[in-house]
């Protein structure tokens, strides 16, 4: 194989053909070379790589009209991230926090459960929190949405604060005990050295998982209860006034304490 001279700095390096990238942009930086180096034979130009645009979205082309959830699929309009903070500081993109609520905009039919039709338990127009993580973003009518699950909605909220969560299925919702300032010695204890609590009291609880015929098996856990939780389990969220909270599935509570 043919070798060619580097004209600036005067290396030898194999001849072969530059693969294709369609839909990849590539610097000439990022070949190891600068722009201004040329290369006997072979043409380095920014117009060899084409560019592409990644979305972390799908987007619906604006020809479809509707979007029609099947089974226990659910479409959530997404709630804008915070832009400020309460004190009213503007916040980078990189520092808001990915909302994990939003607006039921439509449902699907439900699911057959042996030889039971279950319905969808929420309705269009409730505010529900979901699952960080879970389903599928997309863009429609100019909106962020995201279609998921039914088992992925963590509960419905009823007012503006979170301690007024309504949980689903066989999740619970649990008031987080308060970290402790000092140590059993009396040590004052600095924000990096202060355990997170996995300790907290019930405050609510969802209606039960469904069983193999469709039916409701009621939690055992009731409001009131303190218990002990797994500690990186659930969905974390903190009320207006600052009071945290975390909702997870009755599977992650561990003991109840008295």
């Known amino acids: 194989m043919a070798s060619v001279q580097l004209s600036a700095t005067g290396m030898v390096v194999a001849k072969k053909a530059l693969p294709s990238f369609d839909g990849l942009r590539l610097s000439p930086s990022a070949l190891g070379v600068s722009s201004s180096v040329g290369v006997s034979?072979?043409?380095?130009h920014k117009r060899c790589f084409r560019g592409i645009v990644v979305k972390a979205a799908t987007v619906v082309a604006?020809?479809?009209?509707?979007?029609?959830?099947?089974?226990?699929?659910?479409?959530?309009k997404i709630k804008s991230s915070e832009e400020k903070t309460m004190g009213g500081i503007l916040l980078p993109s990189t520092a808001q926090t990915k909302p994990q609520g939003g607006e039921v905009v439509a449902i699907g039919e439900g699911r057959t459960i042996g030889k039971n039709k279950v319905e969808i338990s929420v309705q269009t127009g409730a505010e529900v929190v979901y699952s960080k993580y879970a389903g599928t973003e997309l863009e429609f009518n100019g909106s962020s949405h995201l279609i998921l699950k039914?088992?992925?909605?963590?509960?419905?909220?009823e007012t503006d604060d979170v301690k007024?969560?309504?949980?689903?299925?066989d999740r619970v919702l649990i008031k987080v005990a308060e970290v402790e300032e000092k140590t059993a010695g009396g040590l004052l204890l600095t924000e990096a050295t202060?355990?997170?609590?996995?300790?907290?009291t019930v405050i609510a609880v969802g209606p039960g998982p469904l069983d193999e015929e469709g039916?409701?098996?009621?939690?055992?856990?009731?409001?009131g209860s303190t218990v002990l939780y797994s500690k990186y389990?659930?969905?974390?969220?903190?009320s207006a006034d600052g009071t945290d909270?975390?909702?997870l599935r009755i599977s992650d509570v561990m003991a109840v304490l008295s």
């Open 41 to 44: 034979g072979v043409g380095l």
């Open 62 to 76: 604006p020809k479809y009209t509707t979007v029609k959830p099947l089974g226990d699929r659910v479409l959530v």
């Open 150 to 157: 039914e088992d992925d909605i963590v509960g419905v909220l």
């Open 164 to 169: 007024d969560l309504k949980p689903l299925n």
């Open 194 to 200: 202060k355990e997170k609590p996995s300790i907290g």
């Open 215 to 223: 039916n409701r098996k009621p939690l055992t856990l009731t409001p």
């Open 233 to 238: 389990a659930g969905s974390e969220f903190k």
């Open 245 to 247: 909270y975390i909702a």
